[in-house]
């Protein structure tokens, strides 16, 4: 019996590698397509960013900051931006915010409506669920192997491992928020001769859009610990500035990138969840 306990083995790993290997052979194309996608999104991000002149982008970033969240936040946007200037990492927090931007809209592009058929549908939230939780418990390192396999080294597999860690919070919330909204508020939709479209349109989504926007607001979030992570594959941006400080010991630029990165969030934190119903100012 313990001969056997100690021989018994699942080869999980065979398995992952077979798949992975009919992938690579038989669905090229798609995989083409999804890079292509990605590499276009991620790149009209960048260009657009890079195009602007650093103090236009950086007074458009106050200027939003001052409008949505209040003066001091506009304040605090001032300094902060003028830490990242004086750090002389402008540019890497600008590829940074554009992965971060393509890599979000393309998680929230999937997400929402996968968050929209969960709700409306207890079997597809069944099917969907385990895989959910699957895609949150897994180390988010794991997803860079898959990720350098199908597409290389760069941007776009950094970008795609990205969207696949950022989009649960999305598909969770948007359902989640959906299926709060009071039956009195739909059964009244209906009665006055609502559609299933009408009814998602103009009752569901409105009343579930605080939590719709949660998920949004977590979605930025998660992809922006990501696109760090996602430096090892040569993603860019103020990872790699983390990264090179790892590789050479060297506390001070670590931090640096490291401060760099905390900033960003806190912007696109705040900013973006102004945006929530009742949450402006």
Not at 25 to 33: A, E, Q, R, S, V
Not at 84 to 108: C, N
Not at 187 to 194: D, M, V, Y
């Amino acid at each position: 019996m313990s001969e056997w306990l100690e021989n018994f083995r699942i080869p999980i790993g065979d398995w992952v590698e077979s798949v992975v290997a009919w992938i690579q052979d038989n669905l090229t194309g798609l995989l083409d397509g999804i890079a292509a996608v990605i590499g276009f999104l991620t790149d009209s991000f960048e260009g657009a960013l890079m195009a602007l002149p650093a103090w236009l982008l950086g007074l458009a970033i106050i200027a939003l900051g001052w409008w949505r969240v209040g003066w001091k936040f506009g304040l605090f946007a001032v300094a902060a931006l003028g830490v990242i200037l004086g750090m002389d990492l402008w540019e890497q927090t600008v590829e940074t915010l554009s992965l971060v931007l393509a890599a979000s809209t393309v998680a929230l592009a999937v997400g929402l409506p996968i968050g929209i058929a969960m709700a409306r549908s207890d079997l597809v939230e069944s099917l969907i669920r385990p895989v959910l939780d699957f895609m949150q418990t897994m180390p988010p390192f794991v997803y860079l192997i898959p990720a350098a396999i199908f597409f290389g080294l760069g941007t776009v597999p950094g970008a795609i491992a990205t969207v696949v860690f950022a989009m649960p919070p999305a598909v969770r919330l948007t359902n989640l928020g959906i299926r709060q909204v009071n039956k009195e508020q739909i059964e009244a939709g209906l009665a006055f001769g609502c559609t299933r479209r009408q009814l998602l349109t103009k009752v569901q989504l409105p009343l579930a859009m605080p939590s719709i926007m949660a998920g949004v607001n977590q979605t930025i979030m998660l992809a922006l610990s990501m696109v760090v992570i996602a430096s090892m594959i040569g993603a860019g941006g103020l990872g790699n500035t983390v990264l090179t400080g790892i590789q050479r010991l060297n506390v001070g630029l670590g931090f640096e990138g490291g401060l760099g990165v905390v900033i960003l969030a806190i912007l696109l934190d705040r900013i973006t969840q102004s945006f929530a119903p009742g949450r402006r100012g």
